[in-house]
């Protein structure tokens, strides 16, 4: 899981500096931001995923 952190540079109200964090998409070559776990948890088979992705993973399990 590819994770991207931004940092604002403001403080949040704990004197903190705030950061942005998202998880990117493991699907090859897609640059969207990671909504959905998808896997295996028990096997340790992973993957986030953005909405494209998650309706297509989603839509090959109901064909097979």
Do not use: F, Q, W
């Amino acid at each position: 899981m590819s994770r991207v952190t931004i940092k604002t540079g403001l403080m949040d109200p704990d004197g903190c500096e705030e950061e942005l964090i998202e998880y990117l998409c493991d699907y090859p070559n897609c640059p969207n931001i990671a909504t959905k776990i998808v896997g295996c948890r028990e096997l340790g088979l992973m993957a986030s995923v953005c909405e494209v992705h998650t309706s297509e993973t989603h839509a090959s399990k109901t064909r097979a």
